[in-house]
């Protein structure tokens, strides 16, 4: 009896030492496999949409590969590998190469300068100074390049940082040495655990518009002539999440606000009010063939259409020396020579230049170019002031992401407000030919450098593409501050044509991690096992015995069957 219970006391004492064993093994093998990350960073990833059913930007998501530091390192395996390249060191050339050649990539992780948003230029560093003066336009013609191309794995943008540009000096490294990283050679591994990205259900707008009424006869006051000030707030850019656009559009939208908050003032007495009504709208899907203005445009009753005298749209005024007035009727036509005979007037006591540029437009076409051309199309007069000479083609300077808060110049802007503001007031007062200046600086009427400043830098840091902003986006809770300083203040919500569909997931975070070599993990492996083993023995031959041990591996005699 006592015999049995020892060795069943025995064979217990093997079960849980067997036990333990294995859950050691599990551990040591799991601590080969996973390590703690060396770095985690947040990265921003590359828009994913459709155009017409054709599909467009990076198609992928989920990255889990090892770390290379270019397209022609010898020995990596590209199809597994994530390519982490400085973004003014990238060859869209060669990358367009890879691309055409249908050569598979693992992915793709481009690194903008720390000090991006202040136009590649360290802090104190002025212009004179030694500095990449072609970064904004390399990273310009970068983000068209991956716009307007369908490529098929995961492309992230992340900010340079201290632990980022350690891994990639050990990269660059490694590569250089001879020694890129692989499954079987170990080095850095990029993880961002997210699922591919799923379509968005619909991909809404927000228009908004106040009111400035004007001086009442005896009519009615909706019968008075009306002046439409507009601009689009909206962005679109490679990075949805970086699309903060300061010049294009977030200029035209402080310049409007500030247009509201001068005028409003004149409007608050009926002594100073004038004979016309001004109309401000916010619209949204600028970048999407202002898709929001033209149904913006298409709920005017049409009694308030045939009152507007013109409109005048205000895009990307923040940094340009001279003005150009873009129009789609002939300069000859009477309302297009008034409106840019009170704008050039006015520029010229301030030194700038007000060029006319005319583009007709193509009915048959449904895209435009500008956002007068919308107006145009209901045949109301319309312009476009902006800095920009010529129109944008499709998806470009629309807020990509080299248009930082350094592209604006607070002083440009408000010198360019201050143009606008007396330009209209001629017109709505009547005093065209008159020296008199309404909005002189230091009087109340004065534009206000740190109201503009705010505006500037509360847009420059929020990204405003339209289908990932939602209807209570707190940019848009922000830009209806426009009911501050007018009245009748209303919001028109929609969807977006059916021409583009857009996928979510704009922004993750990636983990860095270390990762040793195939034979290092075999190695190690390898010397636990055997460790492992040889304290099994050990186990097994101090509780039950060296014959027991023996017996444990010796084939049972067999058994013979008697035969019937």
């Not at 707030?233 to 035209?252: E, K, R």
């Not at 005319?358 to 919308?374: C, G, M, P, T, Y």
Request: hydrophobic letters at 40%.
């Amino acid at each position: 009896m006592r015999r049995m219970m020892a060795k069943k006391g025995s064979d217990r004492m093997v079960v849980v030492s067997m036990q333990a064993l294995v859950a050691l093994l599990c551990v040591v093998a799991a601590y080969i496999e996973i390590c703690d990350a060396a770095a985690v960073v947040d990265v921003y990833r590359m828009i994913q949409y459709d155009f017409q059913g054709t599909p467009f930007g990076s198609r992928r998501a989920v990255v889990n590969h090892h770390a290379s530091s270019g397209l022609s390192v010898p020995g990596s395996d590209l199809s597994r590998t994530i390519v982490i390249l400085p973004i003014d060191k990238v060859n869209v050339t060669l990358l367009n190469e890879y691309l055409q050649s249908r050569k598979m990539l693992g992915g793709l992780l481009l690194i903008l300068p720390r000090n991006f948003e202040n136009g590649g230029k360290s802090s104190g560093e002025s212009d004179s100074e030694d500095s990449d003066g072609d970064q904004p336009s390399d990273v310009a013609a970068l983000e068209q390049w991956l716009i307007h191309n369908n490529i098929p794995y995961p492309v992230y943008f992340a900010y340079s940082d201290e632990r980022i540009d350690s891994v990639l000096k050990d990269v660059q490294f490694n590569d250089a040495a001879g020694r890129p990283a692989t499954a079987s050679t170990g080095g850095y591994k990029l993880v961002v655990p997210v699922s591919d990205a799923k379509k968005l259900p619909s991909a809404s707008y927000t228009n908004i518009q106040g009111w400035l009424w004007g001086l009442k006869g005896d009519g009615d006051i909706a019968g008075l002539p009306t002046i439409a000030i507009v601009a689009s707030y909206d962005t679109f850019g490679a990075a949805p999440a970086l699309a903060v656009g300061s010049d294009s559009n977030g200029s035209g939208v402080v310049a409007l606000l500030e247009l509201a908050r001068l005028f409003s003032r004149l409007y608050a007495n009926s002594k100073t009010r004038a004979p016309y009504n001004l109309l401000f709208g916010l619209t949204s899907g600028g970048p999407f063939n202002y898709n929001g203005t033209a149904r913006w445009l298409r709920g005017f009753d049409q009694r308030v259409r045939e009152n507007i005298d013109y409109a005048l749209c205000l895009n990307s005024i923040g940094n340009a020396d001279n003005m150009r007035l873009h129009v789609s009727k002939p300069p000859e036509n009477l309302f297009i020579k008034q409106i840019y005979d009170n704008i050039a007037d006015v520029a010229k006591d301030f030194g700038v230049t007000v060029e006319v540029k005319h583009k007709k437009i193509n009915i048959s076409n449904s895209r435009v170019a500008w956002e007068h051309e919308q107006f145009s199309r209901h045949r109301i007069t319309a312009a476009t002031l902006s800095g920009l000479e010529t129109a944008p083609s499709f998806l470009d300077r629309v807020g990509g992401i080299a248009d930082r808060r350094y592209s604006v110049n607070d002083t440009v802007v408000a010198r360019n407000i201050k143009i606008v503001a007396e330009s209209l007031a001629k017109h709505i007062y009547g005093l065209e030919g008159k020296n008199i200046e309404v909005f002189a600086d230091g009087s109340s009427l004065a534009v206000s450098p740190p109201y503009v400043k705010l505006w500037l830098d509360l847009l420059s840091r929020t990204p405003r593409v339209a289908p990932f902003l939602g209807k209570n986006a707190p940019i848009i809770a922000a830009i209806q501050k426009l009911a501050v300083h007018t009245k009748d203040v209303s919001l028109q919500h929609d969807n977006l044509d059916g021409t583009f569909l857009f996928y979510d997931t704009i922004k993750a975070q990636l983990s860095i991690y270390q990762v040793a070599s195939v034979t290092f993990d075999l190695f190690i492996m390898l010397a636990v096992g055997s460790y492992l083993g040889i304290l099994f023995l050990v186990l097994v031959i101090t509780t039950k015995g060296f014959d027991d041990l023996v017996g444990a591996f010796r084939r049972p005699p067999s058994r013979k069957l008697k035969g019937n």
